[in-house]
């Protein structure tokens, strides 16, 4: 399973960006695909997970202004980011969770939201 993450940048605050992540794979390896992010000095946290059947969770953190959206026929997910704040900046890595449980990780791309 590979998991290739696009996207990222330097916004300034208010401003949007998209990331999308595409799979390889087994579909069974994607029951679940997300995003988490991790600042310098914080741990890594969950942003956004989104089901095969189409089930969200957001922490409070981003609700209202992140949206998780998938294509299964792909194997992609995206993470729509509006509204960003420097508190924002961290590294993204996007995830999957197989049906068993087994998470993949892909590469982190870098998130910067200047004030």
């Known amino acids: 399973v590979q998991l290739q993450a696009s996207g990222g940048g330097l916004v300034q605050a208010g401003g949007s960006l998209r990331l999308s992540c595409a799979g390889s794979?087994?579909?069974?390896?994607?029951?679940?695909m997300g995003w988490y992010r991790q600042a310098p000095g914080n741990e890594r946290e969950l942003v956004a997970a989104?089901?095969?059947?189409?089930?969200?969770n957001y922490p409070d953190s981003v609700k209202g202004r992140f949206t998780i959206s998938r294509d299964n026929a792909k194997n992609t997910v995206t993470l729509q980011m509006n509204s960003l704040k420097p508190e924002d900046t961290a590294v993204y890595y996007c995830?999957?969770?197989?049906?068993?449980?087994?998470?993949?990780w892909g590469q982190g791309t870098l998130v910067t939201v200047s004030s």
């Open positions: 995830y999957a969770r197989s049906l068993v449980g087994v998470d993949f």
């Open positions: 794979g087994s579909i069974f390896s994607f029951f679940v």
């Open positions: 989104i089901t095969r059947d189409g089930s969200t």
